[in-house]
């Protein structure tokens, strides 16, 4: 499975094109814009599952659980710790894991499914060692619920991601650029 993560700061041209361009064909949209208001994020939310709903692509809101409960979105994406926080309700919900007991703790909360990373270096951590493919491994041999790579993802280092057992790859640059 390929998702794009949102940032609408690296976008060259018009965001929502971009991101209409990116559900043609990722088959998951993570809105993941953290520096709106709710106000801001929940209009762009709407606006960007229009495009997923017609484009056949899931939906996923970044942070906002209300806004994710009020439009119905197909998954919630939360941080590890905001997780740990969250009484879960029906909607499917993935953590970003930054350990492998982030990962198992996660799971036993509940977590639909996890993002591990960073993998590689990306510009995006600039600062931050990657973890590398060892951590994504022992990641997902430890748990049972998908695992999905994120940070510095190309198309040359992609299948080192489902070499080592994830389910796909989170793409934020790619998509974006």
């Known amino acids: 499975m390929k998702i794009c993560v949102t940032n609408r700061h690296l976008c060259s041209g018009d965001f929502y094109e971009t991101v209409e361009r990116a559900a043609e064909t990722a088959d998951m949209i993570i809105l993941r814009e953290k520096d709106?208001?709710?106000e801001k994020y929940r209009e762009?939310?709407?606006y960007v599952q229009q495009i997923c709903r017609k484009q056949n692509c899931l939906f996923c809101v970044n942070t906002f659980s209300e806004i994710a409960e009020e439009l119905e979105s197909d998954f919630l994406q939360l941080s590890y710790f905001s997780f740990m926080n969250y009484e879960k309700k029906k909607i499917k919900t993935g953590v970003s894991v930054?350990?492998?007991?982030?990962?198992i703790s996660a799971e036993k909360k509940g977590a639909d499914f996890l993002i591990a990373g960073h993998i590689f270096q990306t510009d995006c951590k600039k600062d931050l060692a990657p973890r590398g493919i060892k951590f994504l491994t022992e990641t997902v041999s430890n748990v049972e619920i998908p695992v999905y790579a994120i940070g510095g993802i190309n198309p040359q280092n992609e299948h080192l991601v489902y070499e080592c057992g994830a389910e796909g790859a989170c793409i934020m640059s790619g998509y974006m650029k």
């Open 44 to 46: 762009y939310a709407e």
């Open 98 to 103: 930054h350990s492998v007991s982030e990962a």
């Open 36 to 38: 709106l208001t709710p």
